[in-house]
């Protein structure tokens, strides 16, 4: 079975600064997806990227971008000039290429913290 | 595009009582939904997934009979919590599989029952 791993609990970061936060994922399949998903206090969950793992170059939504490396299965996502609403729970998520409905498989989250 | 809906967004019940949560998605056809629960500060977990037509999928160690899972059309899933005890109470989250197979999340409900 898939897992995925975020080693960092809760992340800070001073408006405007960038943070990193941490993914890696263990799986033996050789096609899959991951995300990063954004859960802020109103507990809606907000696609944030995506990055499909046949693609070697790393996804970027405007401030948002990934370091994805398939060897080391390892898929960090870069926040740039972060703003307070960038403030939220931050879940890494993978899912199968194809298989049984396409589940989704999610890391325990980082809080990450926004100080003005 | 691609809004899912829960209702209620919050509901209080007794113990011992029913619940039902509906999950609707407003502006595309969904043949796989998606049941989460999510403890406070925790991760999402699943609890089932739902096809439009046939039964749910329920994951380990989830009493099917406890949560009962209908999914009777291509825009609605329900899931009823039977006989709710005060550790059903939590928040409940809904996913729709759109048609390129990324899930779209309803906001959410919380259940508190007393």
């Known amino acids: 079975a898939q897992t995925v791993t975020q080693s960092q609990p809760e992340m800070s970061v001073q408006e405007a600064e960038t943070v990193t936060l941490s993914c890696t994922y263990d799986t033996s399949e050789s096609d899959y997806y991951l995300f990063w998903y954004k859960q802020p206090p109103s507990r809606q969950m907000i696609l944030v990227i995506r990055q499909e793992a046949y693609k070697q170059q790393n996804a970027t939504e405007n401030r948002f971008s990934v370091n994805f490396q398939k060897a080391a299965k390892s898929f960090s996502l870069k926040i740039s000039d972060s703003q307070l609403g960038d403030a939220a729970m931050y879940f890494c998520?993978?899912?199968?290429?194809?298989?049984?409905?396409?589940?989704?498989?999610f890391g325990k989250g980082t809080l990450l913290t926004v100080n003005p | 595009g691609a809004v899912v809906s829960q209702h209620p967004s919050w509901v209080i019940c007794k113990s011992g009582t029913s619940v039902k949560i509906e999950c609707r998605s407003l502006?595309?056809?969904?043949?796989?939904m998606f049941w989460y629960r999510q403890f406070p500060k925790q991760s999402l977990m699943l609890m089932a997934t739902?096809?439009?037509?046939?039964?749910?999928?329920?994951e380990q160690g989830v009493e099917k009979d406890k949560f009962l899972i209908n999914h009777a059309s291509l825009t609605l899933s329900t899931l009823t919590v039977t006989s709710a005890h005060p550790e059903d109470s939590s928040f409940y989250i809904c996913?729709?599989?759109?048609?390129?197979?990324?899930?779209?999340f309803g906001p959410g409900t919380r259940l508190t029952v007393t």
């Open positions: 739902s096809n439009e037509g046939s039964k749910a999928t329920y």
């Open positions: 502006d595309f056809q969904a043949t796989t």
């Open positions: 998520a993978y899912r199968n290429s194809g298989g049984s409905n396409y589940k989704l498989t």
């Open positions: 996913s729709a599989r759109g048609r390129y197979y990324e899930q779209y």
